[in-house]
Structures are given as C-alpha cells and as structure tokens.
T-cell receptor, first 113, second 111 residues
C-alpha cells in the first residue's frame, strides 16, 4: 500500500533563507507525486507534480521539488522564502488510476522576520 | 471561474442528527472526492467518484454516504452524526492525473 511520511511537523526559517521540506513515500510502482500548500482557513492548492521524466520539477510561487527514486524522496525546495510562504505543506502520492491519492500529515512552515 | 464550491462553510450538529454537505465544480472534471482533515493526520479519503454514475469507498467511509448527482455535483451525507465526525471536510475534483482542485472546506462540529 502507498504511504507518505513528512518527518517534520513544523519548520521555522528566516525570511530570505532557503527552504527544504522533506517527503518520503512508499509505493510499489512508479509514483505520481504532488506537493500542495494550504493557507489558514483555505483549501489546498497544487504547487507541483511529478509523473515521469526530468526528476527536478518546477512549480508555482518559485517552488521546485526533486524526485530521488533511490531514496524514495520528493523534497520541496525554495531558494528564498517570503513571509507569505507561511502555510502548511502537504506531500501526496497517487496511484496509477489517480483516484486514491494519499496525503502526508503535513509540515507547517513558520517564517520569521 | 468558481472552481469547487462547498456549502455550508460551518455547521454544528447534535449527536444523531443528519446532514448533507454539498459540493459542485464548474471545470468539467470527471472525478470528484471527499476528504476529511484532522490535526496531525493529513487528509484521509472518505469516498470518491471516478466518473458520473460511479462511487467508491476510500480509506474512512464508515458513517458516510455519497451521491454523484451529475457531473458537477457530489454530495456527502452523514446519516447519524457522531462526535468522531467532527472535522474539516474538503471536496476536490480532478481530470486524469493533473492533480486536485480543492474547495475551501466545511468545518463540522458534532456535539
């Protein structure tokens, strides 16, 4: 069965610093991987997705993620964090049908001035 | 473009009461989903509808029923609410493997 682990419950970074959020997945076949962001009181918004091909994928809002099959990881990165990036971030893995996407527990990002 | 619209946004129920959460999308997506979000547990799939006329159970279907009324609408019903169903409920829709578009959620409290 597929599963997703986000090891960090919360992370605090300074504005302008770089960011890396960790995600590890378990899936028997080639995974379909996603990162979503949730601002307080809002629904989730898709940041980026990986299906195949180039292992470094670009998303919205300056985010990128790298798929590493050997480490079963799909970490999210941003070179310079803005205060508006403070939110909760969810990694997700989808099955080949696309109907049973499993979400991690989330990582809450705090940005300090 | 409204995207995915959920109603109501907030609801308080007494134990044993019933209610229906409504969801509608205007993106012509084939698939629709209901998730619940609880602190520290991420989102868990309750039911999904791969296409109009079909519905299937997800990870936590007990206590819930769904109806795919047409391509646009997918409702979630709680027949006899329990305190364990206190949660934030999200509806989402998708086309193929493009990723999900989520509604803004319904915050449900069962007392």
């Amino acid at each position: 069965a597929q599963s997703v682990t986000q090891p960090d419950i919360h992370i605090t970074v300074s504005e302008g610093a770089s960011l890396e959020l960790r995600c590890n997945y378990s899936y028997g076949a080639t995974p379909y991987l996603f990162w979503y962001v949730q601002s307080p009181g809002q629904g989730l918004q898709l940041l980026l997705k990986y299906f195949s091909g180039d292992t470094l994928v670009q998303g919205i809002k300056g985010f990128e993620a790298e798929f590493k099959r050997s480490q079963s990881s799909f970490n999210l990165r941003k070179p310079s964090v803005h205060w508006s990036d403070a939110a909760e971030y969810f990694c997700a893995v989808g099955d080949t049908g696309g109907f049973k996407t499993i979400f991690g527990a989330g990582t809450r990002l705090f940005v300090k001035a | 473009n409204a995207g995915v619209t959920q109603t109501p946004k907030f609801q308080v129920l007494k134990t044993g009461q019933s209610m229906t959460l409504q969801c509608a999308q205007d993106m012509n997506h084939n698939s629709m989903y209901w998730y619940r979000q609880d602190p520290g547990m991420g989102l868990r799939l309750i039911y999904y509808s791969a296409s109009e006329g079909t519905t299937d159970k997800g990870e936590v279907p007990n206590g819930y029923n769904v109806s795919r009324l047409n391509k646009r609408e997918f409702s979630l019903r709680l027949e006899s609410a329990a305190p364990s169903q206190t949660s934030v409920y999200f509806c989402a829709s998708s086309r193929g493997l493009e990723g999900y578009t989520f509604g803004s959620g319904t915050r449900l409290t069962v007392v």
